[in-house]
């Protein structure tokens, strides 16, 4: 069975990395469509036809289960997809509130880019569920490039961190939602920030689970010792991609491969 996995770019790579480790036996595809990122800035119409158009490559290749590892069209274009094409689909959205709200938690905090937190998605998630809950959003768009471009070992970066989440500081937070997949790669940073108390929600490893208890349930008998192929497709490379990439992963024993989406 392959699983495809899309995102606007590459900071999807830490939900491809999480699924691929708890599900070896398992093809997966992802596809980063780096030609037309960032899709934080694009109206809800431009994701929709962006998003329909990724699912239809990724089914073309018989991907049977799809994976949307992109926060921006997660909010915007998941009841869409459900509705248009009959094979499981999950989002990174839907994972991380079903997680966050796993301990009854009073107060929460969702970071993520202008697009995620305008389109207020993990707040009507979590409100649905639990109206008690009182629900604290920032836009921390600046990480994404700052992540990219491997200035986390900048001396001004600690700033940066400082500036954008002293927000939450005295919010009393039970946790933190990170509601965009290149966040992750941050934590550490966050936690030493916020403090090591702040339960911090990664979509990534949260998907993951998802995922994986969901093919376990329906598919027992295609969990086998042996490791099946990985694939990253991309729609536009370059050395400052391959370098990101070289970022994400220590080792990389899959093909990188340039498309077009038509």
């Known amino acids: 069975m392959k699983i495809g996995i899309f995102d606007s770019g590459i900071g999807g790579l830490t939900v491809f990395k999480e699924i691929s480790k708890a599900l070896p036996s398992f093809e997966i595809i992802y596809l980063g469509d780096t030609a037309r990122l960032p899709y934080g800035i694009k109206s809800k119409r431009t994701i929709d036809r962006y998003s329909i158009n990724n699912v239809k490559l990724l ?44 301990d009854n938690p009073k107060i929460l905090g969702v970071i993520g880019t202008d697009s995620t937190i305008n389109s207020m998605a993990y707040n009507k998630m979590i409100l649905n569920n639990n109206s008690n809950i009182k629900v604290y959003t920032k836009a921390c768009s600046i990480f994404v490039p700052i992540i990219e471009q491997g200035l986390i070992k900048k001396k001004h970066y600690n700033k940066i961190i400082e500036e954008n989440l002293k927000f939450f500081k005295n919010k009393n937070l039970n946790g933190l939602i990170l509601g965009c997949t290149h966040y992750p790669i941050i934590k550490r940073k966050i936690k030493d920030y916020l403090g090591d108390d ?65």
């Open 59 to 102: 089914k073309s290749l018989d991907c049977e289960i799809i994976v949307i590892a992109c926060n921006t069209a997660s909010s915007y274009s998941t009841n869409l997809l459900k509705s248009k094409f009959k094979i499981p689909i999950f989002d990174v959205i839907s994972a991380g509130v079903k997680a966050a709200l796993k």
């Open 198 to 262: 702040i339960r911090l929600i990664d979509s990534s490893l949260e998907v993951s689970a998802t995922l994986k208890k969901y093919l376990e349930i329906n598919y027992p008998n295609e969990f086998t010792k042996r490791k099946s192929k990985r694939s990253i497709l991309l729609t536009d490379k370059s050395n400052y991609f391959d370098s990101v990439i070289k970022k994400i992963f220590n080792k990389l024993d899959f093909n990188i491969k340039l498309i077009d989406i038509k």
